[in-house]
């Protein structure tokens, strides 16, 4: 309640964007689909955050880059996304941030060297 006090009009804003963006979220998740975690390590709720992977694009699709790198840029990224989601959940996967990542960086590989970095992973002793 302090803070509330002790905020401006713009820091409760940009605090109140926020709370939508991840209502939004967490209302998406709530699909069968996503069964509200991650789907790569299972966590519900993540210190950088929960999003949701497009698994592939469509003609005019909803699409991060396009938005602002602001709180109200990412409140309506979501907003437009929802719609889209609802209608073709199949696209997508619900991952925490880190495992977003990690998915967007292993996606880069062709199928053969992602064939031969899994290969040299299961080499490597090191892994439990
Ligand atoms: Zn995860």
Redesign the pocket.
């Known amino acids: 309640m302090w803070q509330l006090i002790n905020t401006t009009p713009k820091t409760y804003n940009t605090m109140n964007q926020r709370l939508q963006t991840e209502e939004i979220k967490k209302r998406i998740a709530k699909l069968p689909r996503f069964k509200s975690k991650?789907y790569?390590?299972g966590?519900k709720i993540?210190k950088r955050g929960m999003t949701f992977h497009h698994l592939w694009y469509v003609f005019n699709d909803v699409v991060y880059k396009n938005y602002p790198k602001n709180t109200s840029g990412q409140l309506q990224y979501y907003k437009d996304l929802e719609p889209l989601i609802r209608e073709s959940p199949k696209r997508f996967l619900y991952?925490?941030n880190?495992?977003h990542q990690a998915i967007e960086r292993i996606s880069r590989y062709g199928d053969e060297l992602f064939k031969r970095l899994l290969k040299a992973r299961k080499l490597t002793r090191a892994n439990k």
């Open positions: 991650c790569v390590c966590c993540s991952v925490c880190t495992h």
